[in-house]
């Protein structure tokens, strides 16, 4: 740990003589011309590369059924895919589907169709309903709320906590009120704090009484495989536990190898109960005859087995993992014993959150962009990207290189504590 007073300690002269130093510290980050961008959880090349024979499968159009698989049909993807996924995601065979190469796709044909239709144990579809709600754990995943506000679904927010949402605050939503219809979940290595949703808390979410007949767990497990330590959380089993709460149509399960292969062609899984799954694909086959087969046969190719892509996880935690540490590196150098800033230690998934001095998120941002280097926006993890705090920051550290990311957090570092000299002489003065 960096030995250094809380800059809450120091005297006026002396806070404004580290302000002082931090802007010459600023002055040569923004001579150094750099452009980096950190804005995104993308895979760098040197991942994409470890897939690179995908380009030369499959080796055969037809499936171990004997069906071709450049024709028509076999709606519910390929049984040999969805035979790895199961295993892998701890559910049955027969719960899975599998589909083209984004999940996001699949959770919004799930969700608008329950706009739509309405779904198992619907009094009706959610667009007769006078007013829509959703659950969103946060800080949470930018894309599920854009989702959301997209289809005019209102979002009332919960804490994420290192096991998961608070469930307390979940019950207190749900319970009584009937517009409540939905949460969003990513259960392991979440999006942006890396928590873990412990079979406890998800154990409560499943079994908890609701308002709605027709709640729905939008369960997204992106990140189940995605692990950066010898420690491998392993996901709630929450089919299994909804089930055994009697409520096996609450959680509807989605992952995909958008992090595992190619982020752009990969393939996505959807796992749910049977009268789920009857469902989704009942309203799937009025848009489709049938996804990339092909794709998701040189997948099944590739991959061989569950085993196979637990060791092409491995080869991707060897890339990764360095650049977790970097950033750890450089905001307790940067940072640590100040008291201006928190940060995670993720031990699997794609970010580390940053809570920086409340009131600051933005002007960070606005000056890590000014010395070239692109950030999430400050609020991009709460509804309508709007953070109350103004605290919170989503870090992205796997497509650059790594001295790339040593760099970029450095200098983030220098942003944080730039802000926080700045907002604590303006509080005193």
């Known amino acids: ?144 709320f854009a989702l959301l506000a997209d289809l005019g679904i209102e979002m009332v927010t919960v804490p994420m906590r290192a096991d998961g949402p608070d469930p307390d605050a979940v019950a207190a939503l749900v319970a009584e009120d009937p517009a409540v219809k939905g ?62 709460a009697g409520n096996p149509d609450r959680p509807v399960l989605f992952a995909s190898t958008s992090k595992i292969t190619y982020a752009g062609a990969g393939v996505s899984v959807l796992a749910a109960s049977a009268a789920n799954k009857a469902w989704y694909l009942q309203h799937l086959g009025k848009a489709s005859i049938g996804p990339d087969k092909v794709n998701q046969l040189r997948h099944a190719e590739f991959f061989g087995d569950a085993e196979g892509v637990r060791a092409l996880m491995r080869r991707h935690r060897e890339i990764i993992a360095p650049k977790f540490a970097a950033v750890d590196t450089a905001l307790e150098q940067g940072l640590g014993g100040l008291d201006v800033a928190e940060w995670s230690h993720p031990a699997g998934g794609y970010f580390v959150n940053l809570d920086v001095l409340d009131g600051t998120a933005t002007r960070v941002v606005e000056l890590a962009a000014q010395a070239g280097i692109a950030l999430t926006p400050a609020g991009s993890a709460f509804p309508h990207g709007h953070d109350p705090r103004d605290r919170n920051i989503r870090l992205a550290p796997t497509f650059p290189q790594l001295p790339e990311v040593e760099t970029a957090m450095a200098g983030v570092a220098t942003c944080v504590a730039l802000a926080a000299a700045e907002k604590l002489a303006a509080d005193a003065g």
């Open 1 to 144: 740990m960096t030995s250094r007073a809380p800059l809450r300690s120091l005297s006026s002269d002396e806070l404004a003589d580290f302000r002082t130093a931090k802007q010459a510290e600023y002055a040569d980050l923004q001579a150094r011309g750099l452009k980096l961008d950190l804005t995104r959880g993308k895979p760098s090349p040197a991942q994409l590369d470890l897939s690179d024979a995908l380009l030369r499968l499959p080796t055969t159009t037809r499936d171990r059924s004997g069906a071709d698989v450049r024709n028509y049909g076999g709606l519910e993807g390929l049984a040999e895919l969805r035979e790895i996924f199961a295993e892998l995601l701890d559910v049955e065979v027969a719960q899975v589907v599998c589909g083209g190469n984004s999940s996001l796709t699949l959770m919004h044909q799930v969700i608008t169709s329950m706009v739509l239709h309405g779904g198992p144990g619907s009094q009706r579809p959610w667009k007769d309903e006078p007013v829509v709600k959703f659950v969103c754990p946060v800080p949470g995943y930018d894309r599920h």
């Open 183 to 244: 949460m969003w979940l990513v259960p392991t290595y979440a999006n942006p704090t890396g928590s873990v949703c412990s079979p406890e808390v998800a154990r409560r979410l499943v079994s908890m009484p609701t308002a709605a007949p027709d709640f729905r767990i939008m369960w997204d497990n992106a990140y189940a495989l995605h692990h950066l330590t010898d420690e491998e959380a392993r996901s709630a089993d929450v089919l299994t536990l909804a089930a055994g």
